[in-house]
């Protein structure tokens, strides 16, 4: 669409548009602003990119890391009794933005979604179990969305665990802080009232 | 918002963020995105950014330039005796896109703003009048956009450059190809019909 003479802005508006959700035109707004500020500032914005190949992935949890281990299992003062399973590491920053859970986690990288072509082999689940046998767990909460895809990856979790001593629990699904029952969709308000919970957990 | 344990990747939003209309979710977004690329593809978006470093203004019509004379006033084969004032280099991929104008640019920088600061000396005005002054020019073709700040570059361009010899010209103001008269406001409107034009030059 854009024709530009420039190779060097056309290169640098295809890198940023093959970015989700950025477009061409955007990419070249983008490009614009870039080209307005500082030398040392375009520097260090190609620098911070290039840095990410020094990334790792924990090898305790495949959180994300800028070391071998990450910040949360190189911390001794956190619960080893719980793991935390989830998704990947956007849950891991809601759940820490909580600060209502002080084990560990265990990122998957995924849920089995065969449409996607991922099977339980694609995702960390043996290294979970490895885990569990060689530390002292005692409770898996699984954090998964609650799709079709993440209760199928709950219920695979499940299966596999349920022969080691280990409590398996998942986060309670039910109507949110602040929803209003009739705008609540009826699975979620039905599960609500099967797996009711003591009035005093509440308080 | 996000508490991320990995400097590198809060480093990396941090660039992302600050770009506009791109927030703190966004960003990591993008850099969650990038993740999942190949190495060599990450290694290129640094590298893209890089080279912006490398871009030159050209030293004829202060369009961005890979090189020190720009790809359009490379070309011989175009009209010397026309130059289209412009903004930015926004409007020219703009008229370009047009195909309907073969001479030079000239790439004024911005338009007359005391609001924001910027005045006629902040502008490439100097620069314009020399080459008007050591070329062939015959028109000079005024493109910038219909507000305030276009219109006081324009009337200041115009009392400039009244005195050499060259045709002073705007891009016509009026109804926009598939307007609707009654949607048109009235300005425009009024405009389109000072400023009528013979109907044979619509054919």
Redesign the interface.
Known sequence: ?????????N??V??FS?????GEK?A????????RKD?E???????????????HYCSKCY????TDI???CANPNRDEAKICVVE???DV?AI??TTQFNGYYHVLGGVISPIDGIGPNDLRINELIERIENSNTEEVIMALSTTLEGDTTNFYLYKKLKNYPVKISTIARGVGIGDEINYTDEVTLGKSIVNRIPFEKTL
Request: proline letters at 2%; one cysteine or more.
């Open positions: 669409m854009q024709q530009l003479s420039s190779k060097i802005v290169k640098a295809a890198s093959s970015l989700p959700g950025i955007t070249l707004r983008l490009v614009l602003h870039l080209l030398k500032d375009i520097v260090s914005f190609a620098s911070s990119i290039e840095q990410l190949l020094d990334l959180n994300l890391s800028d990450c910040e949360i990947d590491l956007l920053i820490e933005n």
